[in-house]
């Protein structure tokens, strides 16, 4: 459009935003930016509010929050976008805090999706008091809102709550809430009732392979390696195909990919020497491990390379021996058929 002529205007820019709410294209996004104050661009509501969408899921929160502060004038979406991109990021406190600002504004009409953004928030912090305190006021709950609550309580180990809040809003069948009470298990150690609902999950969806994944690695970690192979020759027989994960790193304008067990890298010796030294730090210093219970890995991958072989683990490492002390490390984890 700029080579032929045409100047963009606030609706060319807000359209193209979206496709810079993503890690690998945050580059683009923050020109995108720097076009709109060179060229004195109308920076009404709908852009600020693409433009924090933008930094939220990019991973510059602390950026989309100087948007939201530049606002003279702010809508549901505004307030909606900073409270889960808090959440998102690992800042739920402030996510409450922000909601209890955004209730004293009355002009402002809480919508479902504020609703899931504060309960989301509830999740990261673990305010189960709170949580509640707000599901209840919502007056029609979705699935959406149910799930986040199953997982504020499983997060919390407060299981039997959980089963009774399933039984009363009939989610029993939910996929959703079944990942959110298997997420739960896994930070509580719940082995055993993981496995359970691993199964129920392969049952609900029996040609979803990552269920499968899921419950070959139960029976991995648990020495069962003769249910691990007849699992193997399930999902072929099935025709299923799990997805494989890669991490991919940029660094000095050049883009890394690893996939689990990677070995291809120039500097591969030199990534599992800093990977088993930071591990073992770790371990020495507080007792403090892998933890892989329901990951979801190829159930064809070797489970010995898995420890410190991980695809998000060697692009970590590559950023640690590629960087100086107290540079933030970004990556980017996705997956995709074999």
């Known amino acids: 459009m700029t080579r032929a002529g045409i100047k963009p205007d606030s609706l060319t820019i807000t359209s193209i935003l979206p496709a810079c709410a993503r890690v690998p294209a945050h580059k ?162 719940q082995i055993t009732m993981g496995k359970r609902i691993v199964e129920k999950l392969c049952e609900l969806e029996p040609l979803n392979a990552e269920n499968y994944v899921l419950l070959s690695n139960w029976y991995a970690e648990n020495a069962k390696q003769d249910m691990v192979d007849k699992l193997k020759t399930t999902i072929k027989d099935m025709g299923l195909k799990p997805k494989s994960a890669y991490s991919w790193i940029e660094f000095r304008n050049k883009v890394h990919v690893f996939g689990t067990g990677d070995v291809s890298h120039p500097r591969s010796e030199k990534i599992y020497w800093e990977l088993q030294h930071l591990m073992k730090k770790m371990e020495d210093g507080g007792g403090h491990g892998p933890n892989s219970e329901f990951s979801l890995h190829d159930v064809d991958e070797e489970r010995e390379c898995i420890r410190i072989g991980h695809c998000e683990m060697l692009a970590i490492s590559l950023g640690l021996i590629s960087t100086q002390e107290r540079v933030t490390v970004e990556l980017l984890t996705y997956s995709r058929r074999s």
């Open 28 to 189: 683009q996004g923050k020109e995108l930016h720097g076009f709109l104050l060179r060229n004195g661009l109308d920076m009404n509501l709908i852009v600020k509010n693409a433009l924090m969408d933008m930094y939220v899921k990019s991973g510059f929160i602390e950026l989309a929050s100087n948007v939201f502060t530049s606002m003279i004038k702010r809508d549901i979406f505004s307030w909606t976008i900073l409270i889960l991109g808090y959440s998102l990021h690992g800042k739920g406190r402030r996510g409450l805090y922000l909601f209890s600002e955004m209730e004293k504004n009355p002009s402002l009409q809480i919508d479902e999706f504020a609703h899931a953004a504060v309960l989301h928030a509830c999740v990261t912090a673990c305010n189960v008091d709170l949580g509640m305190s707000y599901f209840n006021r919502i007056k029609t709950p979705t699935v959406t809102h149910c799930v986040l609550m199953v997982a504020l309580l499983a997060r919390a180990g407060l299981f039997n709550e959980a089963r009774l809040f399933i039984e009363e809003h009939r989610i029993e069948s939910s996929a959703g809430v079944l990942r959110a009470l298997l997420d739960g298990c896994r930070i509580n150690r």
